[in-house]
């Protein structure tokens, strides 16, 4: 489909880019011209969809700078005003990120799970949708995806080792009430990233990451830390690996039961009061844990 690339930049002459000349020149309206095979909406529009799908599918790579404006317009042949629209579409989609000053540019950012865990914390703190709304729905998703682990056929060399990996993790770190949550927060969120469905992976996922940002908070604004007793945190501690051993076994249904019953006691120790705070995700997921400053 792209069959004339550059050296350069590995920017290509396309079937977009030539309709797009056409209609700058005005060739469309001519009665002789082959009626072309793309609805010609607002240039802005089929630009912003042509990079978007580069973008997705991963021609243009995470982190990589678009070519300046006057190469853009080379292969674009549109005004400034509608390429910059385009631009402004694709960074109010999170796909781009426009750096100023010299060094500046349009920085591509592929879509992940942490930008779908923002965006939906926006839509739910738009809404004044409580912690407790999200803690309910993670009582419905998480130990499904705890079954889904134990339904995989590779979960002995896939699941099973980076969970218990994680587990002795928390184990090292149980005198420290920051430290063991943010290991046991990774554990519930691997549960998920390990259950080999995408579609949850991504769904799922998105909420973990704001119950997470909400139990940092959390644990690090305890300043006594026997509001959680050891004994309790080690009694957490035996649960995830009884969570551990179903999976291990292939018992999606003690998987399932398990994880549903654990995280009714996980979810009290940092209450569910107050509504989503999107803000609260991005700070937490920007900030290193304290051990690794």
Not at 186 to 212: D, Y
Not at 215 to 237: F, N
């Amino acid at each position: 489909m792209f069959p004339q690339v550059t050296a350069r930049d590995n920017f290509v002459t396309s079937p977009l880019s030539t309709a797009l000349g056409l209609v700058a020149r005005g060739y469309v309206h001519n009665r002789h011209v082959a009626e072309p095979t793309i609805q010609f909406r607002r240039l802005a529009e089929q630009i912003a969809d042509e990079l978007r799908r580069r973008i997705l599918r991963g021609e243009l790579a995470d982190g990589s700078i678009l070519p300046k404006e006057d190469e853009l317009l080379v292969e674009f042949p549109v005004s400034k005003p509608s390429l910059r629209e385009a631009m402004r579409i694709l960074e109010a989609e999170g796909l781009l990120r426009v750096r100023r000053g010299k060094l500046g540019g349009a920085v591509v950012r592929r879509p992940n799970a942490a930008n779908v865990a923002y965006t939906v914390g926006l839509v739910l703190g738009s809404q004044e949708v409580g912690l407790s709304d999200v803690g309910n729905a993670l009582l419905q998703v998480e130990p499904a995806c705890a079954g889904l682990c134990a339904q995989r056929a590779d979960r002995k060399r896939a699941v099973v080792p980076q969970l218990r990996r994680l587990h002795a993790e928390a184990v090292e770190a149980v005198e420290d009430l920051l430290l063991v949550t943010s290991a046991s927060r990774r554990f519930h969120e691997s549960l998920v990233s390990l259950c080999g469905n995408k579609t949850m992976i991504i769904l799922a996922g998105a909420l973990e990451m704001l119950w997470s940002a909400h139990e940092t908070s959390w644990s690090s604004r305890v300043t006594d830390g026997s509001i959680v007793p050891i004994e309790e945190r080690v009694a957490v501690l035996e649960d995830h690996l009884q969570v551990i051993e179903a999976i291990d076994d292939g018992d999606a249904r003690r998987a399932y039961d398990l994880a549903a019953a654990h995280l009714i006691d996980a979810q009290h120790y940092p209450g569910s009061s107050g509504i989503v705070d999107p803000a609260s995700l991005r700070n937490w997921a920007h900030s290193p844990p304290e051990s690794d400053r």
